[in-house]
């Protein structure tokens, strides 16, 4: 999967579990921080792991957590664990 | 294998609305199976509806919510003095048969996530091993 594909698959992801939160549409930009400028929580983040971890096929461990905190970051770290389990 | 007491002893719900009887099975951090006995003695089938009792289905949510508050606050070694679980959302919520009084609803819920207080479970509730209501759930937790 390319990268442009990941990113934009997170985007989408990001963008239908922001609007649980009331989250402007224009606040979601691929560098954006998740809670600081999006306003995710916790339950949010976890959500955005869980989903990411399905769609994607792969396994990210819960020390990543702290780091998954924009879109760009999450598809690095995707990109990471995609290409270690191949 | 969980009496009521042990039950009442871990989340904080009460009359009218503790919606366990009974705990099956349980797997610390990975998954619980609930009973609830249905009564007609339940003051929802007044009004829910009259004539034609149906549990309603925010019941057997409350229900799912309830198995799923047992599993985390047991698997911690009992309830923390000032955390509370709070049902954050809920996901591809489906109900297949309605529930009537008499019936014995039984519920697994298993742990498909979680982290730092949060956490995402599936559930899945029976009657008679048929199907009644299938989803996901959402936990947050705080400080109440």
New interface residues.
Partial sequence: METAEIRSTIKDLITEIAEDMDTEASAITEDAHFTEDMGLDSMALLEVLATMEKKFSVSIPESEFPNLTSINKCAETVEKYMAQSN | MFDIEEIMRNVPHRFPFLLIDRVLDFKPNESVVTLKNVSINEGQFQGHFPGKPILPGVYIIENMAQSGAFLMIKSSDGPADDTVYYL??VNKMVFKKPVLPGDQLKTTITM?????????VSAVSRVDEQLVAKGEL???SGKG
């Fill in positions: 954050g959302k498909e996530k979680q982290i730092a207080g949060s956490a995402i959402m936990f947050a």
